[in-house]
C-alpha cells in the first residue's frame, strides 16, 4: 500500500442524447386559409371525427369550425368517416387564391351506405329517407309481432 492521495479526477461529461428537432414547416409561397366547417357532433354523427386530406396529406380535424393555413394554389380536399368501415366518402377540388379564405362544408351521411355531402355552402347530411325506412320497418315488425302473440 502506498501513502499517496488519491488522485482527484474532475467528472468526465456524459454525452447527452440529441433530441429530435422536427423541421420546421416553411411556407414556399403566398398562404391562404382553408374555412372547414365539419358539420354535426360527436352525439349527433359519429364520436370519431372525419379523416381529412389536404392534397394527399392527413389533417386532423375536430366537429364545427377549423381554420387551416394552406399554399395559395391548387387545393383538393379527401374526407371520409369512420365506424367498423370507411364511409361517407367526399372529395372537392378548389383554388385557394394568396390571402383568401375558402369556406368548405361537409356532412357524414346518416348510415354508412351512402357517400357525404361537401361544398361550398352549408349541405344536407343524405340519408334520412333510408335511416327512417329502416326505423319504420323494425317498428312495424315489433308491432306486427305484438299484436300476432296477444293474438294466439
Given amino acids: 500500500m502506498s501513502n499517496q492521495p488519491p488522485q482527484f479526477q474532475p467528472p468526465q461529461p456524459q454525452p447527452q442524447p440529441q433530441q429530435f428537432q422536427p423541421p420546421q414547416y416553411q411556407p414556399q409561397g403566398p ?14 354523427s359519429n364520436m370519431i371525427p372525419p379523416t381529412v386530406h389536404l392534397n394527399g396529406y392527413p389533417v ?6 377549423n381554420d387551416i393555413p394552406v399554399p395559395a394554389g391548387p387545393l383538393h380536399i379527401d374526407v ?23 369556406p368548405v ?3 357524414s351521411p346518416f ?42
Avoid at 398562404?31 to 349527433?44: D, E, N, P, R, W
Avoid at 386532423?60 to 369550425?65: A, L, Q
Fill in 31 to 44: 398562404m391562404g386559409m382553408l374555412l372547414l366547417t365539419v358539420q354535426g357532433s360527436a352525439m349527433t
Fill in 60 to 65: 386532423p380535424v375536430k366537429y364545427g369550425r
Fill in 80 to 102: 371520409h368517416s369512420q365506424w367498423i368501415l370507411t364511409y361517407g366518402r367526399a372529395a372537392l377540388d378548389c383554388t385557394v387564391q394568396p390571402n383568401q379564405a375558402v
Fill in 105 to 107: 362544408f361537409y356532412a
Fill in 111 to 152: 348510415h354508412q351506405f351512402t357517400s357525404g355531402s361537401i361544398g361550398h355552402s352549408k349541405v344536407k347530411r343524405k340519408g334520412l329517407g333510408t335511416l327512417l325506412a329502416i326505423v319504420g320497418a323494425i317498428a312495424a315488425v315489433v308491432i306486427l309481432m305484438s299484436v300476432l302473440a296477444s293474438l294466439g
